[in-house]
T-cell receptor
Framework: AAGVIQSPRHLIKEKRETATLKCYPI?????VYWYQQGPGQDPQFLIS???????DKGSIPDRFSAQQFSDYHSELNMSSLELGDSALYFC?????????????FGQGTRLTVV | AQSVTQPDIHITVSEGASLELRCNYS??????LFWYVQSPGQGLQLLLK??????LVQGIKGFEAEFKRSQSSFNLRKPSVHWSDAAEYFC???????????FGAGTTVTVRA
């Protein structure tokens, strides 16, 4: 079965650079959630989309933005990168409606800012 | 506000011994509870979930969890651990159809031979 695909798997950037992370949800899933997991930390919710509209927002810095496209894939754009942005970024997808009771997580993108 | 507490940061268990990981939650509505496992550098894999019905739920890899509303707990158990169970385990709470989950801080499980 198809899973959530995230790219790239690993990314190394310098301070003040920009980074774009991509998430391709499971086919027919219309919701995408982004999480950030710092070293030794639990995943923290950043932002979510439903049907290409932002549905909820968590602790996402103003330097970050995200969107969901017509094919339901999502991109997380990160600017003016800081050392503290080094983390594992997860994307999860799910479907709204009855019977949809689980979010499926991707393998994550490990971002290292040097 | 919703929150999850995993009191044990690190547990060491012998291979073949039983394992129990504790999880306590705080949630204003009917909680939907999950246990995920994460191997080093890997993604989150769902072990099991609870929404309603039988309070003892079975998951993958021989894991089970019991929901106790009176104690606001959702503890994870495995009767006999294998070396491959060494990983980090996260308890999470959310709402049905809403995948904005609140995670606990995680419990690292080490399995000794």
């Amino acid at each position: 079965a198809a899973g959530v695909i995230q790219s790239p798997r690993h990314l190394i950037k310098e301070k003040r650079e920009t980074a774009t992370l991509k998430c391709y949800p499971i086919p027919r899933h219309d919701t995408v959630y982004w999480y950030q997991q710092g070293p030794g930390q639990d995943p923290q919710f950043l932002i979510s989309f439903y049907e290409k509209m932002q549905s909820d927002k968590g602790s996402i810095p103003d330097r970050f933005s995200a969107q969901q496209f017509s094919d339901y894939h999502s991109e997380l754009n990160m600017s003016s990168l800081e050392l503290g942005d080094s983390a594992l970024y997860f994307c999860a997808s799910g479907g709204r409606g009855q019977g949809n009771t689980e979010a499926f997580f991707g393998q994550g993108t490990r971002l290292t800012v040097v | 506000a919703q929150s999850v507490t995993q009191p044990d940061i690190h547990i060491t268990v012998s291979e073949g011994a039983s394992l129990e990981l504790r999880c306590n939650y705080s949630y204003g509505a009917t909680p939907y509870l999950f246990w995920y496992v994460q191997s080093p550098g890997q993604g989150l894999q769902l072990l099991l979930k609870y929404f309603s019905g039988d309070t003892l739920v079975q998951g993958i890899k021989g894991f089970e969890a019991e929901f106790k509303r009176s104690q606001s707990s959702f503890n994870l158990r495995k009767p006999s651990v294998h070396w491959s169970d060494a990983a980090e385990y996260f308890c999470a709470v959310g709402a049905l159809g809403d995948y904005k989950l609140s995670f606990g801080a995680g419990t690292t499980v080490t399995v000794r031979a």
